[in-house]
């Protein structure tokens, strides 16, 4: 067991990357405790998988762009099942449009969620990860922080941002003991990608090598990688499974 009595906190859980990620880590003897935006009938199906696998589960609905809120999570997490190992900061959603066409609100939105509840939900886990002297952060960017995409504008600087401070904090953390990395995954088949258009998945597939998109447990396997004994000299790595989309 790569992960055995560790400690999972993932954001955005119930369904998806998150999902099987959590699932992944879950399989590994990792006991997960995850978050998600209301989705209560997929987090309960979540919750019972990696109880089905013989660990603990606990779920909340909880915004991660609500700062007070993902702390009392973070807490109650660590008041219930100890100290966190490995934080998987997913949670995610999109709105696509037009450059000119976003409003503030939509802007404050996505950055809120991507930037700010991933920024704050580390820092809430940060100090019991210090006084232990060791930790694991990973951050879910997207291969659109790398590349962009039409009608991506405020998601790609979103993503773009969470590779910056994923770089920033490895510097400051991998001397405690943390390591923190990013993964830019490319096209996966969710319900984020779910609400393209047709014709948009199509010019996707066709210009993507692989011509197919991914599966979320073909992300999970590099989450396991990064949380794993494997992943062990892995600092500040962005890492981007994305079916030769970017290649770098
Ligand atoms: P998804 O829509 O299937 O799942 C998103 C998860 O995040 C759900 O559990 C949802 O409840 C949760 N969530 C959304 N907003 C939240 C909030 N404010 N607070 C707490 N939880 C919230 O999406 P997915 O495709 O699995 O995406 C997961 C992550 O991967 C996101 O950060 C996304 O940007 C990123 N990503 C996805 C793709 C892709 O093609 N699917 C590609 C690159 C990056």
């Not at 009938?41 to 779920?59: C, F, P, Q, S, V």
């Not at 509840?117 to 291969?143: D, H, K």
Request: a neutral charge.
């Amino acid at each position: 067991m790569k992960l055995n009595r560790q400690i999972a906190l993932v954001t955005g859980g119930s369904r998806g990357i998150g999902r099987a990620t959590a699932l992944a880590f879950a399989a590994e003897g990792a006991d997960i405790a995850f978050c998600h935006l209301h989705d209560d009938a997929k987090a309960n199906d979540t919750a019972a998988e990696i109880e089905a696998l013989g660990r603990r589960a606990m779920h909340r609905s909880v915004d991660v762009s609500d700062i007070a809120a993902g702390r009392a999570f973070a807490a109650t997490v660590e008041a219930t099942f100890g100290p966190v190992d490995i934080l998987f900061n997913n949670a995610g959603m999109n709105i696509r449009k037009p450059f000119e066409a976003y409003t503030e609100q939509e802007f404050d939105s996505i950055l809120d969620v991507h930037v700010k509840g991933m920024f704050f939900m580390a820092q809430a886990l940060y100090p019991a990860m210090v006084a232990r002297g060791r930790g694991c952060i990973i951050n879910v960017a997207s291969q659109r922080a790398l590349k962009g995409a039409v009608n991506a504008s405020v998601y790609s600087a979103a993503k773009a941002a969470i590779i910056g401070f994923t770089r920033s904090l490895a510097w400051e953390a991998a001397p405690k003991g943390i390591r923190v990395n990013a993964i830019a995954p490319g096209p996966i088949v969710t319900d984020l990608t779910a609400t393209m258009t047709e014709a948009d998945r199509q010019a996707f597939i066709n210009a993507l090598p692989l011509g197919r998109f991914g599966r979320p447990e073909e992300i999970a396997a590099t989450a396991l990688l990064l949380a794993g004994p494997d992943g062990g000299f892995y600092v500040g790595a962005t890492l981007s499974p994305n079916g030769g989309d970017v290649m770098y």
